[in-house]
């Protein structure tokens, strides 16, 4: 269960995994970001994500740790 959830803004899509972690201010770079995502620490929709080429679109929850990401798209329609 998280306890915090974000949104975080992307404003195309798809975005891969390893970019989206940057963003949200996860992963410094993307060593850090394919370390992370290898060690089985992140998670996708409720189920964890070893691909760091994850394709993401608008709703899809991210969550490492305890805090939730929710994926939103600003070009979504």
Not at 46 to 55: L, P
């Amino acid at each position: 269960m998280p306890s915090t959830v974000n949104s975080i803004t992307i404003s195309e899509e798809p975005i891969r995994l390893g970019q989206f972690l940057k963003l949200a201010n996860l992963a410094q770079d993307g060593m850090e970001a394919k370390m992370r995502i290898q060690n089985g620490e992140v998670w996708v929709n409720g189920v964890v994500e070893t691909r760091r080429g994850r394709k993401l679109t608008h709703g899809d929850q991210v969550m490492m740790g305890d805090t939730l990401y929710l994926v939103q798209c600003i070009k979504h329609t």
